[in-house]
């Protein structure tokens, strides 16, 4: 919170549950993810569904914004 400089602590909860659920189990052997989907999770840009050709020249936040953004409203829902 002090980082991104805001007060909405529920913003961060995905990634706190994406680090847990990612973290090696010493009782289940594995992570929680692995346990559940049977192979590991993948997190970051180069592992989503955005096309490589879009994120190669990306360099900040807000260019990934934008992708997602056009992304977004190119398709039919």
Known sequence: METNN???WSEGLRFVQA???GAYHEGLKCSPYDAIFGVSMKLGIANSV???NLT???TTEEDLEK???INN???VI
């Open 6 to 8: 805001t007060t909405k």
């Open 19 to 21: 680090i847990k659920n």
């Open 50 to 52: 955005l096309s490589p």
């Open 56 to 58: 190669i020249n990306m």
């Open 67 to 69: 992708v997602i953004n």
């Open 73 to 75: 409203e190119c398709r």
